[in-house]
C-alpha cells in the first residue's frame, strides 16, 4: 500500500517569536503576524505565509501575508521545519481511546 498511498498536505504552525512579529498593511488596515503556516511542497521545498490579526482590535478575519526575507525568520522556518520533522517520526500511532 505504501507505493501508493497519497499524502495531500504536511503543514505546521509555528507561532512567531514577539521579538520576530512585525505589522503589515492590508486595504489601509494595520496586521499584527503572530503566526506562520509552512506547508512542504511535493518537491522538497518550503512555503510559508504569516497570519495575524488587526492592531485595532475586534473579531476580524485572520488574514495571510507574505513572510520578509529576513534570516532570523529563514532560521525560524528552518527550524521549526526541523522540529516537526522529528516529532512526526517519532510518532507513537494513533491515540486510541480506552475502555
Known sequence: ???DLEVS???INVTIPE???WTDTRR???FRLT????RLLPDGHLAVKAYGRPVDGGRRAYVSF???DEPALAAL???AAG???RLWAAHRGLDRPRA
Open 77 to 79: 522556518v528552518a527550524e
Open 35 to 38: 503566526t506562520l503556516n509552512v
Open 83 to 85: 522540529k516537526a520533522g
Open 1 to 3: 500500500m505504501s507505493g
Open 9 to 11: 498536505a504536511l503543514a
Open 28 to 30: 489601509g488596515q494595520e
Open 19 to 21: 521579538e520576530l512579529r
Open 66 to 68: 507574505p513572510v520578509p
